[in-house]
């Protein structure tokens, strides 16, 4: 994949993308705030080897469909399916949840977005007042309208949205593939 495109756009060389393949045999521990990745080595359990590592003090289920990582989530009166994306700048609901959630989404603006294709395109976003994972509540998250069309068509799941670094950069967290658990 041509990524020069996105690294114009970050003024930072970029020398690839890793994912699923290399991440599911550890616990990813990912801290946006002081910019490290930390990859765990794991028993067969699920437990890190390292006896000095600190553990993670709470925990949510996560949901998993081949390399696709998801969790179940709740706005308003709301059930979503949100993918878990890293390596997403942005949080997306589909389209669909507009009118439904109009009372938990803020105004709304114009925001212009770009992938790893080297497409553009405007969307409409707003805040959203609360996201609720579980027992975890999660306050004023920025959300892109975007379709999940396409997104569905290969997931073999129907999602809702993804949670990218809007969500995952608030604390400190580890995503751990052969529990299930974020």
Same mark, same amino acid.
């Given at each position: 994949?041509? =990524? ?10 970029? %020398? ?30 699920? %437990? ?18 081949? %390399?696709?990582?998801? =969790? ?9 399916? =949100? ?8 949080? $997306? ?7 439904? $959630? ?32 579980? %027992? ?31 969500? =995952? ?14």
């Amino acid at each position: 994949i041509d =990524l020069r495109h996105l690294e114009e756009q970050k003024k930072h060389m970029i %020398h690839g993308l890793i994912g699923f393949s290399v991440f599911r045999k550890f616990e990813v521990e990912i801290d946006y705030q002081a910019r490290y990745l930390t990859l765990w080595r794991l028993d067969d359990q699920g %437990h890190r080897l390292d006896p000095r590592s600190q553990q993670i003090s709470d925990s949510v289920q996560l949901n998993m469909k081949d %390399h696709l990582a998801y =969790l179940t989530a709740k706005a308003g009166d709301q059930k979503l399916r =949100l993918a878990l994306d890293s390596g997403a700048e942005v949080n $997306l609901i589909d389209p669909r949840y507009e009118k439904k $959630l109009k009372t938990e989404m803020g105004k709304s603006y114009t925001y212009q977005i770009s992938g790893v294709g080297q497409q553009t395109q405007k969307t409409s976003a707003g805040r959203l007042n609360k996201l609720m994972v579980e %027992h975890l509540e999660y306050p004023k998250l920025e959300m892109l309208l975007l379709s999940m069309r396409t997104f569905n068509g290969g997931s073999g799941v129907q999602l809702d949205g993804v949670l990218g670094y809007g969500f =995952l950069s608030r604390s400190r967290l580890a995503i751990n593939y052969k529990k299930k658990q974020l």
